[in-house]
Structures are given as C-alpha cells and as structure tokens.
C-alpha cells in the first residue's frame, strides 16, 4: 500500500487553504460571507505597468525561456529601487536576485544555509510558512516571542539564553505581520549585532513596508549588515501584484550565488513580460505610492477599527502594514472562539490570531484588503449580531 514521505504528517494544511474551502460552501448555500481574512490586494497594478506587460507579450520573441537569475532590466530596477526609498546601494548583477514571491525564497534560503537537524529561528507569532517550510525540510524550529509589552520585537536578552549553537537561520519580518509593528532601526541594528556575534544569517522579510508607512526603513541600511543578513522584499504589497509572484532577495554576492545555485535547480526564469512589467512599477511615482498604499488603506483602516471598537477588541494606533491586529475581550476563551461567532452570525471571516503561533491566541487579525463598501457592510453586520 502506498504510504506518503513522513514529512506530509509533520505539517496541516495551510489555515486558510482549509477555511476556504467552508467559506465556499457557506457561499455555495446563499450566505454572502464577506472575507476580511487574506491579504491579497483587491486594487490593480499602476496603468503603465499593465500595458508595459502587454507590450511584451505582442512581442513574438519574448516568450522563451529566461535566465533564472533574472533579466538585467529587472535587477536593475530592483537596485534603483532600493536606492531611491531605502538609500541602499545594491550591485544589480551580484547582490540581487529575482523571485517568484517569498515564499519561494524562504524554501530556497532555506536550503541553501540548513542542513537537516540544524535549527531556525522563527518568531511567534510569525508567518507560518517558516515553520512548515523548515519542518518540511527538516530543519528543527526554536520559536522566540514576540510579546505586546515589548513592542512586538525581539527581546535580545530572552534571545541570549537559547542554546544557539545549532542555529543557522534567524527569521525576522518587520514592519510586521501579523502584529503591525513597525520597522525600528535599534531593532535591525541588534539584529546585525546578534548575526555577527553568533554566526547567523539573519533573513528579513520587508513586503509591508509602504503600506500605511511613510518612513520605509530596510536591514540592509545598518552598516555590515549585508555581509551576516539577507532581505526579501515583494511586488504582492507595495504594487499590488500578488498574482504577477514577483520578489526579490538582496544581499552579499556569496549569499545569492549559494541562493541562485539552489534555484537554478528547482525552477525556470519568470515570463519575459512579467519581469519587464514589474520593472516598470518599481519606476512608479511617489503619489501613485502615496494614493495606493496609504490613502485607500488609510480610508479602509479607520472602518476596521470602528470593527474592532464593536468587537470591544484593544488595538495599538501605531501598528502599520495592510492589517488590524487586535486584543479579544478576557471573556472570550480564545480568539477562533470570536471569529468562528463573527463568521456564523454576521457572516464575516477575519482571521484568529493563533494560527501565527500561541502568542497571537488572544488576537484577530482584519485585512484591509476589501473595498470600503464591503468593509462597510461587514460592520454594519457585526453591530447587528454581535452584542
């Protein structure tokens, strides 16, 4: 009898992949179940991006296979794109690499850098995917919090008292999700400090860092901190392109060979068109930025948190990011309890803070990737059912 690799009974499937599918049914009986769960942006690229995709793809010549390193007009917009927001200066040809989402980059750095035993920081709460990407790769995770009282950042001194000897990797996402703590750049210092001083690699994930942010901040601004650290950063967010799957990962020359040596092996080059798009919007405006990832989210933000207010959840006015982190009342036993009364009563998905580990228990998350009208509609639900 076929039995599958012992590695499927080490993982679930992924949260949202299984509530959907009860979403779909719930919709498939009449329900009309407004999702404010997923962040998938609802808006469209920039106009000049879309039609630069379409230019390419007339072109007979462009539809063959691509370097997997990337076309040289991508990595180089890649690298003026740095410069421009984050005043970082990247070589486009050796310390940037294309891409397909983050998602892909966490498998590929992963592999690049752990071997199976070796062991991976991951925060908690976190983006599950770096945990059920090492676990499937063999990697044992050692979680480390990240608490309300400290600002959703590491605590270095919590840190020190690991044994890190077997540690390769340490995973950081700021601003962050799911909490909505904003970049610091004395948290990003104490991280290069804490890479050098025990022989880490410390890998940010910086997708959200224009969203309801107007002072983008990067890890590779602090000095020394490509030579011990490596950043992702993704179109998803900033342009409005989560199914274009077009990222990237910056760092010293060494770290994207390895990282390339690996992809090369696992996937193609992206789609000509696709990279001379995306590189295209990284050419975009300052006020396209400021319209798209701070005034319509800013508009849908302040209806979430009249939700939150209804739902008598606790939020932190500071967080940034295209989500609502917020506290659940001590009423409740645990936030799935709220959220699963949420979806049943006012027919409305948000998303129950543990599925980003046990420090996100007492927490719902609201994406603000909705139309204002629907977000609208999903607080007027709530503050008829929910008393």
């Not at 606790?314 to 959220?339: C, K, S």
Request: hydrophobic fraction near 35%.
């Amino acid at each position: 009898m076929i039995q599958p690799a012992k590695r499927i009974d080490s993982i679930q499937e992924y949260y949202f992949s299984r509530k959907l599918k009860q979403v779909a049914e719930m919709n498939a009986q009449g329900l009309d179940i407004i999702s404010l769960a997923i962040g998938s942006p609802d808006m469209p690229p920039s106009p000049q991006t879309i039609e630069r995709l379409c230019e390419v793809a007339h072109d007979p010549n462009a539809h063959g296979y691509q370097p997997t390193m990337g076309t040289p007009e991508l990595r180089e917009a890649m690298a003026d794109f740095y410069k421009r927001w984050y005043n970082v200066e990247l070589n486009p040809k050796t310390e940037i690499q294309p891409l397909i989402g983050s998602k892909e980059g966490i498998l590929h750095v992963t592999l690049a850098f752990v071997n199976p035993g070796d062991e991976v920081l991951v925060p908690n709460p976190g983006y599950p995917t770096y945990t059920s990407l090492s676990t499937i790769l063999g990697a044992k995770v050692v979680n480390y919090n990240l608490t309300e009282e400290n600002g959703w950042q590491p605590n270095f001194d919590e840190l020190e008292r690991i044994d890190l000897s077997r540690v390769k990797l340490m995973w950081t996402n700021y601003p962050n999700m799911p909490t909505g703590a904003p970049a610091r750049m004395d948290t990003y210092r104490r991280l290069v400090e804490f890479a050098k001083k025990h022989n880490i690699v410390v890998v940010n994930d910086n997708p959200y860092s224009f969203i309801l942010n107007d002072t983008p901040l990067s890890l590779l601004q602090v000095e020394g901190a490509k030579d011990c650290c490596i950043e992702f950063n993704s179109m998803s967010k900033s342009h409005n392109m989560p199914g274009w799957r077009v990222g990237m990962c910056a760092s010293n020359p060494q770290f994207i060979q390895w990282i390339l040596k690996i992809k090369s092996n696992i996937d193609s080059g992206t789609f000509r068109g696709i990279q001379l798009a995306a590189a295209e919007a990284y050419r975009n405006s300052p006020e396209w930025h400021h319209e798209a990832n701070i005034e319509t989210y800013l508009r849908r933000r302040k209806i979430a948190e009249e939700i939150m207010h209804t739902l008598d959840c606790r939020i932190d006015p500071e967080q940034v990011g295209m989500f609502l982190w917020g506290r659940i009342p001590e009423h409740y036993a645990n936030a799935e309890e709220l959220t699963e009364r949420v979806l049943h009563e006012a027919r409305v998905f948000i998303t129950p803070g543990f599925i980003f580990g046990s420090n996100g228990d007492r927490y719902i998350r609201i994406s603000l990737c909705a139309k204002e009208e629907k977000i609208k509609e999903a607080l007027s639900r709530i503050k008829e059912t929910i008393k």
